[in-house]
């Protein structure tokens, strides 16, 4: 059971190049999310998807675009990639309805754009 | 607009000694969430609080709730060093039609041997 996995977990991009980050969960978790972490600050939701078929935006969607592409995996993309991207992304998973609503993480992805 | 403000930023403390990390929010929130974070590393998801009232411990940690302040405590009891962590606090709720969690800003805590 490795839980929530995310690759690449670095990457150096170029202004304006494109990139597409991958996020997996083997837990049958049906939500999913994908939250930027920069210096000094919390985590700030992009988007994320409540089921699958589903995506919404969260509180910093401009510049990214999401894909749910089946249960168990949630992709994250930039089309013209700023270094106002710069940062850590995380992805997390969680089960829909009842419990605890706790969210699980991935490992985390450094993007460095120049 | 859910907000969640955590004071302090930053604190170093020695070991041995007791101190209060403090999460305020701002609307109706229907959970809130303890979380620790190592440099370099991912989210460790340490207590979730469901209602008024409610503690949790684990170890040298506590956690508490009222809704009623829409504050949050962590108390760390008797610090030592492998404490030393930034330290989150998030809620989740509806607002604007829509579910969300909001984090605070994080607490990072250095325990001095």
């Known amino acids: 059971n490795a839980g929530v996995t995310q690759t690449p977990k670095f990457q150096v991009l170029k202004t304006g190049q494109s990139m597409t980050l991958q996020c997996a969960q083997d837990?049958?978790?049906?939500?999913m999310y994908w939250y930027r972490q920069d210096p000094g600050m919390g985590l700030r939701l992009i988007y994320y998807s409540a089921s699958e078929g589903t995506t919404d935006k969260g509180e910093v969607p401009n510049g990214y675009n999401v894909s749910r592409l089946n249960k168990r995996e949630f992709s994250l993309r930039l089309e013209s990639a700023a270094p106002s991207q710069t940062s850590v992304y995380f992805c997390a998973s969680k089960i829909l309805a009842g419990g605890s609503n706790e969210q699980f993480f991935g490992p985390g992805t450094r993007l460095t754009v120049l | 607009e859910l907000k969640v403000e955590q004071n302090p930023l930053f604190l170093s403390m020695q070991e041995g000694k007791n101190y209060t990390i403090y999460c305020n929010y701002s609307?109706?929130?229907?959970?809130l969430y303890w979380y620790r974070q190592d440099p370099g590393k991912s989210l460790e998801s340490l207590f979730v609080?469901?209602?008024?009232?409610a503690v949790k411990q684990e170890g040298r940690l506590m956690a508490s709730l009222d809704t009623k302040a829409r504050l949050s405590t962590l108390h760390i009891t008797a610090a030592v060093h492998d404490l030393s962590a930034t330290y989150f606090c998030?809620?989740?709720?509806?607002?604007?039609?829509?579910?969300?969690?909001?984090f605070g800003t994080g607490t990072r805590l250095k325990v001095l041997a």
């Open positions: 837990m049958n978790h049906n939500s």
């Open positions: 609307t109706t929130s229907d959970r």
């Open positions: 609080l469901l209602s008024n009232g």
């Open positions: 998030a809620v989740s709720g509806t607002t604007s039609g829509t579910y969300k969690y909001i």
